[in-house]
Structure formats: C-alpha cells, structure tokens
C-alpha cells in the first residue's frame, strides 16, 4: 500500500512553503499521521515536524448535454500537510 499518493502543488501550497516550510500531499484514505511522517521522512530524507490531515469531501457535478442532464460525483479523498523542521527542503 502506498501511503503518499502525489504531492499537491497549487498557489496556496506554494505560500505555505515560503512562509513555513509545509508541503501538501495527497494520501491514502486510510493513513494515519505517523504513518505519513515515516513515508515523507523515507521517500524524501528530511525530518517532519507536525503533520496536520484533513479528508476532502466529493462534489456533486452536473452538465447538461444534447441527451439531457448527466449527474455525478467527484471522488472524496485525503490530504496531509507536512511541516519541516527549519533548514529542510525538498
């Protein structure tokens, strides 16, 4: 099982990382906060500080089309915020 799916990279990450050295990753659903610590501190070889987790609910989508109104959902999924200690990068 994959802990760490894929690092999240948007405008606000990118503040968060020049202000105070956090990084953004998406991870498994059923991941728990030592668990993501030990899989960044591996992957990446730096020292995690505070790891703060979130779970992101789906939306409802909708469009319409020639056939009519198709309806769905966007998958849920989990996000970790990873804090470095002072002088780490990656």
């Known amino acids: 099982m994959a ?7 948007t405008e606000k990450v990118t503040q968060l990382t020049e202000k105070k050295n ?6 498994s659903s059923d991941a728990n906060k030592l668990q ?5 501190e591996e992957l990446y070889g730096v020292k995690v500080k505070d790891v703060n987790t979130l779970n992101v609910a789906g939306k409802r989508k909708s469009r319409y089309t020639k056939s009519g109104i198709i309806e769905g959902k966007t998958a849920s999924y989990k996000k970790a915020f990873v804090q470095l200690n002072e002088g780490e990068v990656i």
């Open 36 to 40: 993501i610590k030990q899989a960044v």
């Open 22 to 27: 956090c990084y953004a990753f998406r991870v």
């Open 3 to 9: 802990i760490i799916i894929k690092p999240i990279i």
